[in-house]
Nanobody, 119 residues
Framework: QVLLVESGGGLVQAGGSLKLSCAAS????????MGWFRQAPGKEREFVAR????????SYADSVQGRFTSSRDGAKNTVYLQMNSLKPEDTAVYYC????????????WGQGAQVNVSS
């Protein structure tokens, strides 16, 4: 079982930046597909970004394309979500999740990191 712990959330003004970290323990996640999701108050959880075992394999929701970048550091067993040009509508709890081979579903989830963007 993989334990995921997010950090780096906080309060930022619109146009600002934050970098979320998702540190994994228990197993190496080098072969895992890692996802980022978010849930705003009163809304369903939505997909934000995904990064494959190859760091060059990424995909993003249309709403964050060009503003958010996901990366991973194998040596630290950690994935990151760099969030730039933040908007008030980005306010949500952000979760990282791990999808191990054969990549059927996200099996492990972090506890979430709160991101608040003020206008």
């Amino acid at each position: 079982q993989v334990l995921l712990v997010e950090s780096g959330g906080g309060l930022v003004q619109a146009g600002g930046s934050l970098k979320l970290s998702c540190a994994a323990s228990g197993r190496t996640i080098s072969s895992y597909l890692m996802g980022w999701f978010r849930q705003a108050p009163g809304k369903e959880r939505e997909f934000v970004a995904r990064i494959g075992w190859s760091a060059g394999s990424t995909s993003y929701a249309d709403s964050v394309q060009g503003r958010f970048t996901s990366s991973r550091d194998g040596a630290k067993n950690t994935v990151y979500l760099q969030m730039n040009s933040l908007k008030p509508e980005d306010t949500a709890v952000y979760y990282c999740a791990a999808d191990p081979p054969p990549y059927q579903e996200y099996e492990c989830w972090g506890q979430g990191a709160q991101v608040n963007v003020s206008s």
